[in-house]
């Protein structure tokens, strides 16, 4: 497999970059970032903090000024085996979902390439836009749904690529 190359607009991961995207993040990545911590509350320091902690791969999208659109990444859970991550906000998604899909493809078939196993994320099963993107744009299999999951009831969906080896 050739590792596909990131879109032009993808630079290192700063922690500036998730300060300024959850302070712009989109309401549903907010109920899930809630649904998924336990949070109270959305407070965008605190969320923040939390992204730029994740260990592993990470990058960033930036527009055409400079300033992030998208920031996300894989943390490995345990061995070969990668969790997805990723804040953005409505104005980067609906001006640059091609952008953000090939730097998604790029840190996917990248990871694969290095050996990775399993690739996974999760989202709210309510989040029916991101669901379709997991399984027809990068290409990610329905595993199945874990429900009540959230913290206040809300049932999760999983998604996950495997290598076939």
Known sequence: MTVTKPPKNTVRFLNWHAQYLTERM??????????LTGAKEFDPEVAARGFMNIPGHKYTLIDDEGFPIVCGGYQEVQP???????????????????SITKA????MDGLMELGARRLQTNALASRT??????????KMSYEGTWRRFGSNGEDVACFARVSEV
Do not use: F, N, T
Request: hydrophobic letters at 40%; zero cysteines.
């Open 26 to 35: 989109r309401p549903d990545e907010i109920e899930q970032y809630i649904a």
């Open 80 to 98: 070969g085996i990668w969790q997805s991550w990723m804040v953005g906000s409505m104005d980067g998604w609906g001006k640059y979902w091609r």
């Open 104 to 107: 998604s493809r790029w840190m």
């Open 129 to 138: 836009q991101a669901i379709e993107w997991y399984k027809r744009s990068l």
